[in-house]
C-alpha cells in the first residue's frame, strides 16, 4: 500500500505533526464514545514497534524512540482499523530547533 493509499483510506484519522520528532497528535474521528483504543506502530518491515491500549480517541504519543525513517501507525476499535504513514524525523546535531 502506498503512502498515498493509506492517507485515503483512513480519512477520519489526522495525525500531526507528520514527519514527527517527538509528540505526535492524534484524531480518530467518529467513534466518540471509544474507551479503549487499540495503537500499534510498524517499521516499514513490518516489525512492531510499539502497542498500546489508549483510553481515547484523541491523544498524544511519545515517539521519540523511534529511529529516522517510515512506519505505519494503526488504530484499532474492535472490528474497525484505519492505517496511516508516519515519518520519524530525527533532528540529530541540529540546535535551535
Known amino acids: 500500500m502506498s503512502v498515498k493509499e493509506l492517507t485515503e483510506a483512513a480519512p477520519n484519522l489526522k495525525i500531526y505533526p507528520n514527519p514527527s520528532t517527538g509528540i505526535l497528535n492524534y484524531s480518530w474521528f467518529g467513534i466518540n464514545d471509544a474507551k479503549k483504543i487499540t495503537l500499534n506502530i510498524f517499521e516499514a518491515s513490518a516489525r512492531q514497534v510499539l502497542s498500546e491500549i489508549r483510553p ?42
Open 56 to 97: 481515547s480517541h484523541n491523544g498524544q504519543i511519545d515517539i521519540q524512540f523511534l529511529s529516522e525513517g517510515f512506519y505505519i501507525i494503526e488504530f484499532g476499535l474492535g472490528s474497525k482499523v484505519e492505517r496511516l504513514s508516519l515519518l520519524g524525523n530525527k533532528l540529530k546535531g541540529r540546535k535551535g530547533l
